[in-house]
C-alpha cells in the first residue's frame, strides 16, 4: 500500500523492525530472504508502473514512470547491535579497528566487500560511514559513538571515510549510493542527540579545522570521483 499507493521514495530495513530474521536460520536463508524481500518491494513499484492511469485533469491515459525505491541499511560491521544482517554476510570490521591500521588501503577493501554484497542483495543506499570526528568519548554512556567513527584525528577520519567510500562504490559497481554521517559531527558534542538536542560548543574556525574537515575531504575535496560521498546524513545537532 505504502509503495503502490503513497508513492513513498524507498525504504530502510532494520533489524529491531523483524526486517531481518536471524534466528534459527542458515547464514543462507537470512540473505536468500532478504534478497528476497526487496526484490519483492521493487517489483510492486515496477508493477504500478505497468498500469494505466487516468488523467484527472484531461482525461487522457497514461503509463507512470518506473522509478525504483531506495533501499537502504545501516552496516557498519562488528556484529550487533550496528550490523542489520548478522549471518550470511563476510564479518567486517568497525571503523575504529579499520582507523587503529592507518591504512587507507585496508578501508577501501572492507568497502569494496561491503559494496559488493550490498549491490548482490539488491540495496542501492548505505546509510554510512561514520566521519565523526571522536573528540569526547562518553564512555558511561550505552549508545555512544564508540567504535563507530575511524578515530580521533580529523586527517585520518577523513583518509579512512574517504576510502572506504571509494571501496563501496567500486564494489558495488557505483550501484550503492553512500550517506556520509552524522553531519556536522557529533564526536565532540555535549550529550546524545537520542536524548535531546545536542551541542557543539566551537567556533566556526573550531568546526572547520576539526569537527567537519573529514566532511570537506568526502565532498569538495575529495581528490578523485569515487570518494565523493552522495549524500549526507544529518544529525539534529
Same mark, same amino acid.
Request: hydrophobic content about 35%; glycine content about 10%.
Given at each position: 500500500? &505504502?509503495?503502490? +499507493?503513497?508513492?513513498?521514495?524507498?525504504?530502510? &530495513?532494520? $533489524?529491531?523492525?523483524n526486517n531481518f530474521i536471524d534466528d534459527g536460520q542458515s547464514p543462507e536463508q537470512t540473505v536468500r530472504e532478504a534478497y528476497s524481500t526487496i526484490r519483492e518491494m521493487q517489483e510492486n513499484e515496477w508493477g504500478y508502473s505497468q498500469q494505466a492511469r487516468i488523467n484527472l485533469g484531461t482525461g487522457e491515459s497514461y503509463f507512470p514512470a518506473y522509478i525504483p525505491l531506495f533501499i537502504g541499511i545501516n552496516q557498519e560491521g562488528d556484529g550487533y547491535p550496528y550490523d542489520q544482517i548478522l549471518h550470511g554476510m563476510t564479518e567486517l570490521p568497525n571503523a575504529m579497528t579499520l582507523g587503529a591500521t592507518w591504512n587507507p588501503d585496508l578501508a577501501s577493501q572492507a568497502g569494496n566487500i561491503l559494496g559488493k554484497e550490498l549491490n548482490t542483495l539488491g540495496f542501492n543506499l548505505l546509510l554510512g560511514p561514520s566521519l565523526d570526528v571522536l573528540?569526547?568519548?562518553?564512555?558511561?554512556?550505552?549508545?555512544? &559513538? @564508540?567504535?563507530?567513527?575511524?578515530?580521533? =584525528?580529523?586527517?585520518?577520519?577523513?583518509?579512512? @571515510?574517504?576510502?572506504?567510500?571509494? @571501496?563501496?562504490?567500486?564494489?558495488? +559497481?557505483?550501484?550503492? $549510493?553512500?550517506?556520509?554521517?552524522?553531519?556536522?559531527?557529533?564526536?565532540?558534542? =555535549?550529550?546524545?542527540?537520542?536524548?535531546e538536542v545536542a551541542t557543539v560548543r566551537k567556533s566556526l574556525d573550531e568546526l572547520t579545522s576539526f569537527d567537519l574537515a573529514p566532511f570537506f575531504t568526502a565532498t569538495g575535496n575529495a581528490l578523485v570521483p569515487e570518494e565523493v560521498t552522495d549524500a549526507l546524513l544529518t544529525s539534529h545537532i
Amino acid at each position: 500500500s &505504502l509503495i503502490t +499507493e503513497h508513492h513513498i521514495g524507498g525504504v530502510v &530495513l532494520l $533489524a529491531k523492525n523483524n526486517n531481518f530474521i536471524d534466528d534459527g536460520q542458515s547464514p543462507e536463508q537470512t540473505v536468500r530472504e532478504a534478497y528476497s524481500t526487496i526484490r519483492e518491494m521493487q517489483e510492486n513499484e515496477w508493477g504500478y508502473s505497468q498500469q494505466a492511469r487516468i488523467n484527472l485533469g484531461t482525461g487522457e491515459s497514461y503509463f507512470p514512470a518506473y522509478i525504483p525505491l531506495f533501499i537502504g541499511i545501516n552496516q557498519e560491521g562488528d556484529g550487533y547491535p550496528y550490523d542489520q544482517i548478522l549471518h550470511g554476510m563476510t564479518e567486517l570490521p568497525n571503523a575504529m579497528t579499520l582507523g587503529a591500521t592507518w591504512n587507507p588501503d585496508l578501508a577501501s577493501q572492507a568497502g569494496n566487500i561491503l559494496g559488493k554484497e550490498l549491490n548482490t542483495l539488491g540495496f542501492n543506499l548505505l546509510l554510512g560511514p561514520s566521519l565523526d570526528v571522536l573528540e569526547s568519548p562518553q564512555i558511561e554512556l550505552t549508545n555512544n &559513538l @564508540g567504535t563507530r567513527t575511524f578515530g580521533g =584525528d580529523p586527517y585520518w577520519v577523513g583518509k579512512m @571515510g574517504s576510502a572506504y567510500i571509494r @571501496g563501496i562504490h567500486q564494489g558495488s +559497481e557505483w550501484r550503492v $549510493a553512500v550517506v556520509a554521517k552524522h553531519f556536522p559531527g557529533y564526536g565532540g558534542s =555535549d550529550r546524545l542527540p537520542e536524548e535531546e538536542v545536542a551541542t557543539v560548543r566551537k567556533s566556526l574556525d573550531e568546526l572547520t579545522s576539526f569537527d567537519l574537515a573529514p566532511f570537506f575531504t568526502a565532498t569538495g575535496n575529495a581528490l578523485v570521483p569515487e570518494e565523493v560521498t552522495d549524500a549526507l546524513l544529518t544529525s539534529h545537532i
